[in-house]
């Protein structure tokens, strides 16, 4: 399994971001997919999960400024991120957890909302 993420960087504040996660090595349309973040000095936080089909849930913090999809025909899943603020900093995190059990990240794409 391998997940591969993409497009951090840094940005304004209030400006956006889209995040991608490529999905590899599983059966991809049968997993619910989720970012998190971790900031620096904090524990790992749930950003986002989406379902095979497409039903979502998000953090309450994020609700309104984070939106989470997929695309079950390229394994991808991505995390559009509007109106950033600099709490928004961090490394976040694509994550698959199987039927088994066995859970797996991809290796972070850092974000900075600085002026």
């Known amino acids: 399994v391998q997940l591969v993420e993409s497009g951090g960087g840094l940005v304004q504040p209030g400006g956006s971001l889209r995040l991608s996660c490529a999905a590899s090595?599983?059966?991809?349309?049968?997993?619910?997919m989720r970012w998190y973040r971790q900031a620096p000095g904090k524990q790992r936080e749930l950003v986002a999960a989406?379902?095979?089909?497409?039903?979502?849930r998000y953090a309450d913090s994020l609700k309104g400024r984070f939106t989470i999809s997929r695309d079950n025909a390229k394994n991808m899943v991505y995390l559009q991120m509007n109106s950033l603020k600099p709490e928004d900093t961090g490394v976040y995190y694509c994550?698959?957890?199987?039927?088994?059990?066995?859970?797996?990240w991809g290796q972070g794409t850092q974000v900075t909302v600085s002026s």
């Open positions: 090595g599983i059966i991809f349309n049968i997993y619910d």
């Open positions: 994550n698959v957890q199987l039927r088994s059990g066995l859970e797996y």
């Open positions: 989406v379902t095979p089909s497409s039903n979502t």
